[in-house]
Nanobody, 119 residues
Framework: QVQLVESGGGLVQAGGSLRLSCAAS????????MGWYRQAPGKRRELVAD???????NYLDSVKGRFTISRDNAKNTVYLQMNSLKPEDTAVYYC?????????????WGQGTQVTVSS
C-alpha cells in the first residue's frame, strides 16, 4: 500500500499560476511512473501529464507549453507547475502513482484537489 498526499489546489484568476504537489509514502517499493489527472463536472477523467522514472514526460495537448511536470525521486514527490491557467482547466486534479511488485503494476490514487480558475 502507498498513500498519496496532494496539496496546492485552490482558486485562481485566469492567467494565474498554481503548483500542485503529491508526496507518496507508506511503501517500501520503488515508484515507477507518476502522473496528474483531472476530472471536470460531467466529463471523463483525463491524463494531464505523466512522468516515468526515466524522466520522459507526456502532456495533454491543451496544456502543452503551460504546464510542467517534474519529480523528486528522493522524496517520492511529483509536481505540476500550472501557468497561464484558463477557466477550462477547472477540475478536480488527482495524483496517480504506479508501483511494480512481483512483476505486476499496482496503481494508486490521491484524494484529489480542486482547481478553480475564474474568468
Amino acid at each position: 500500500q502507498v498513500q498519496l498526499v496532494e496539496s496546492g489546489g485552490g482558486l485562481v484568476q485566469a492567467g494565474g499560476s498554481l503548483r500542485l504537489s503529491c508526496a507518496a509514502s507508506g511503501s517500501s517499493f520503488s515508484i515507477d511512473a507518476m502522473g496528474w489527472y483531472r476530472q471536470a463536472p460531467g466529463k471523463r477523467r483525463e491524463l494531464v501529464a505523466d512522468i516515468p522514472s526515466s524522466g520522459n514526460t507526456n502532456y495533454l495537448d491543451s496544456v502543452k507549453g503551460r504546464f510542467t511536470i517534474s519529480r523528486d525521486n528522493a522524496k517520492n514527490t511529483v509536481y505540476l507547475q500550472m501557468n497561464s491557467l484558463k477557466p477550462e482547466d477547472t477540475a478536480v486534479y488527482y495524483c496517480g502513482a504506479d508501483l511494480r511488485i512481483g512483476g505486476l503494476v499496482y496503481r494508486y490514487w490521491g484524494q484529489g484537489t480542486q482547481v478553480t480558475v475564474s474568468s
